[in-house]
């Protein structure tokens, strides 16, 4: 989200895909934070090419803590899924707590864009407990 602020494109894969070594960081060595970088980019195209040009280098093979999976661009395909609905989900309250009326006017204004949006569902989040 700040990158976007900035008008660049960010891209923070999971922890492990990304090879570590060689950085400075507070918490290599601590298993109780899974450190995870990624590249930014004035375009998509940076950062395709960033992925591309790392992970055909195959850096498993130099860290075994990373995972061994090829990025998705060197599978020469792309899965098809079933398209599913944005399913968007809406607390209007949390039992305790009621929304002053102009954020309840403002929710409402959003529920009835999306519920005319295309392949969104709208649901009534009700909250746990």
């Known amino acids: ?3 976007a602020h900035c008008g660049l494109y960010g891209f923070k894969p999971s922890s492990g ?3 570590l070594m ?3 960081a507070y918490c290599i060595g601590s298993d109780t934070i899974a450190l995870s970088i990624g590249p930014l980019s004035p375009s998509l195209g940076g950062i395709k090419l960033f ?3 790392v992970l055909m280098s195959e850096p498993w093979h130099n860290d075994p803590s990373l995972l061994p999976v090829p990025w ?3 599978a020469g395909h792309i899965h098809q899924q079933e398209k599913l609905p944005l399913v ?3 607390m209007w309250t949390d ?3 009621q929304p002053a009326p102009p954020i309840k006017r403002a929710l409402l204004e959003v529920v ?3 519920k005319s949006t295309p392949d969104v569902q709208v649901i009534d989040w009700q909250p746990f407990k």
């Open 1 to 3: 989200m700040p990158a």
């Open 17 to 19: 895909r990304l090879p």
């Open 22 to 24: 060689g950085l400075e």
């Open 51 to 53: 992925m591309d040009t």
């Open 72 to 74: 998705a661009s060197q």
């Open 88 to 90: 968007v989900g809406v």
């Open 95 to 97: 039992g305790i707590v």
């Open 112 to 114: 009835d864009k999306l």
